[in-house]
């Protein structure tokens, strides 16, 4: 099952304070992007970080989940809690690298 686009949207509005926000379809589902950088990954209404070990302690106890097949088992965010959700995308902003630019084919 995809994600709604009024979930997607609900998202965004929690973390705008973060930087800027956007989304992205992609596999199916969406990422969710701050200041260009791939963040929040959300799958079947669900939000999902990756476990970095930046993220530990602040998460300790936050339920875990596999978004689609074939990844690693990530922390589920709940994105209804607003400072949380903005503490944790702050962080994983902070922490997460520019993607490459992708060479254009010839």
Do not use: W
């Amino acid at each position: 099952m995809a994600c709604s686009l009024e979930f997607i949207e609900f998202v965004c509005e929690q973390v705008a304070d973060v930087g800027a926000v956007r989304y992205r379809k992609m596999f199916g589902d969406y990422m969710i992007y701050v200041n260009d950088k791939p963040v929040l990954l959300v799958c079947d209404n669900t939000v999902y970080v990756k476990k970095l070990p930046q993220l530990a302690g602040r998460m300790a106890g936050a339920e875990c989940g596999i978004p689609y097949e074939g990844t690693k088992e990530h922390y589920i965010l709940d994105i209804e809690n607003a400072p949380l959700a903005r503490e944790i995308t702050a962080l994983l902003e902070s922490v997460t690298p520019l993607p490459k630019p992708r060479k254009k084919k010839t």
